[in-house]
């Protein structure tokens, strides 16, 4: 659990600090991190994942328009495959989330990444670009949950994007086609102190901003219901006397 809260703290950090390192830069920004779990391949909608290729520290991959898979790209449906606004359930610019998932397994204290790069496009189902997001300013996790989807990275459109990205939720927006390209570990545009991607895969699925809500662990639902029934008791001891 300390693991799981310094992780969001981490991720919390890092959103106020490209929140304001975006200020003028119109594009993907972090939100923050979520523990949700269940959200591994084929159990959500994977646009892409990247692994780095043998003992590198640098991983980049796309999936573009037709399902054209360059770079460190995973191939496979369940892995990397482009997806259409109504497969992702995605209603509106403002509710668009990208979840970054880092496979970076190791002890608490080594299992961090940079994210390089983020950029997210959106197709007419002829082809026709859109939209184009603008990049993430590069963000270094220092810690990452372990495990395949147990958590995630949210990012979201800034107020420029999301103005920018009306014309791609117009009439028959359900058909349009979303891709992504994304970049892990120490490339060239890399931080000083990146944290280089040597673990497993990262993935990246995209999907409405209600369906990657932070949803309360079993021990919270019993902690809640503990309260709830502490507070009838109280309640009927009021009553009585």
Same mark, same amino acid.
């Given at each position: ?8 703290? +981490?991720?919390? #950090?890092?959103?106020?600090? @490209?929140?304001? @390192? ?17 959200? !591994?391949?084929?159990?959500?909608? =994977?646009? $892409?994942?990247?692994?780095?290729? !043998? ?5 980049? !991959?796309?999936?573009?328009?037709? +399902? ?11 892995? =990397? ?32 990444? =940079? ?24 963000? &270094?996790?220092?810690? &990452?949950? =372990?495990?395949?989807?147990? %958590? ?10 999301? %103005? #920018?990205? @009306? %014309?791609?939720?117009? @009439? ?11 970049? *892990?570990?120490?490339?060239? *545009? ?29 021990? &919270?639902?019993?902690?809640? *219901?503990?309260? $709830? #029934? ?5 309640? $009927? ?5």
């Amino acid at each position: 659990m300390h693991f799981i809260e310094r992780v969001l703290r +981490n991720a919390s #950090a890092m959103a106020a600090l @490209a929140a304001v @390192a975006t200020g003028a830069h119109a594009g993907l920004v972090p939100l923050g991190g979520e523990t949700f779990s269940g959200t !591994g391949l084929g159990a959500v909608n =994977t646009v $892409l994942t990247i692994s780095s290729p !043998g003992s590198s520290t640098f991983e980049s !991959g796309a999936v573009g328009f037709g +399902n054209v898979i360059t770079g460190d790209a995973l191939t496979g449906a369940s892995q =990397t495959h482009t997806r259409t606004l109504g497969e992702l359930g995605v209603t509106s610019a403002s509710t668009l989330r990208v979840v970054f998932n880092a496979l970076e397994p190791g002890n608490a204290e080594a299992n961090g990444i =940079t994210l390089e790069h983020l950029m997210l496009n959106i197709y007419s189902p002829t082809g026709t670009l859109l939209f184009s997001s603008g990049d993430i300013t590069p963000v &270094t996790f220092s810690s &990452t949950f =372990t495990g395949t989807g147990n %958590a995630g990275f949210v990012f979201g459109l800034d107020a420029a994007q999301q %103005a #920018a990205a @009306a %014309a791609a939720f117009g @009439a028959g927006f359900q058909n349009n086609v979303v891709t992504l390209s994304a970049a *892990a570990g120490c490339g060239p *545009a890399a931080p000083a102190g990146c944290l280089g991607a040597t673990g497993g895969f990262e993935t990246f699925f995209v999907a409405n901003a209600a369906a990657v809500a932070a949803v309360p662990e079993p021990s &919270t639902y019993a902690l809640m *219901a503990a309260g $709830l #029934a502490a507070m009838g008791f109280r309640l $009927l001891r009021r009553r009585a006397s």
